[in-house]
């Protein structure tokens, strides 16, 4: 079955509202550390929206992971072929590779959550700009997205 471009958009929209309302978790973690574990999970939710969306394009809404999957993302990027699977493939080695800024072990983990998160969102939007309703260039802003529920 032909996946619904709408619906994969809105997968890919989704991920944009998590990634920018995880930028302002973490910047408003220095005043309240509870911000920081809200950021760390909104990252997480952002990369797996990415994941099901490229999922649902390549294979079509009945391979598309619950909304609410607590898959890793390396085993939503295993479902992925061609192109879109190389882009998660090294989405992943980039992030894991990159110099996370921090020594406190929470916030190296919500670095490396949130490395991953940016990396998806470019690569996939380079490499299938149709999924995505504003490029890469024009995607949400730090602090400046309005907050949308999908």
């Not at 939503?76 to 110099?99: K, P």
């Not at 996370?100 to 949130?114: H, I, N, W, Y």
């Amino acid at each position: 079955m032909q996946p619904n471009l709408d619906d994969v958009r809105a997968w890919m929209e989704d991920g944009d509202r998590l990634l920018a309302q995880s930028w302002d978790y973490l910047a408003a973690s220095d005043a309240d550390p509870a911000q920081l574990e809200f950021a760390g999970q909104g990252f997480a939710r952002a990369t797996r929206s990415y994941l099901s969306g490229a999922i649902e394009y390549q294979h079509g809404p009945s391979a598309a992971p619950d909304a609410e999957t607590n898959e890793s993302p390396t085993r939503l990027a295993m479902r992925l072929g061609g192109r879109l699977r190389a882009e998660a493939d090294a989405a992943q080695s980039s992030s894991a590779r990159r110099h996370v800024t921090s020594r406190d072990a929470r916030r190296v983990s919500v670095e490396r959550a949130q490395m991953l998160a940016e990396e998806l969102r470019e690569r996939f939007a380079h490499a299938a700009p149709e999924l995505f309703t504003r490029p890469v260039e024009t995607a949400y802003e730090r602090g400046d997205a309005p907050v949308r529920s999908r």
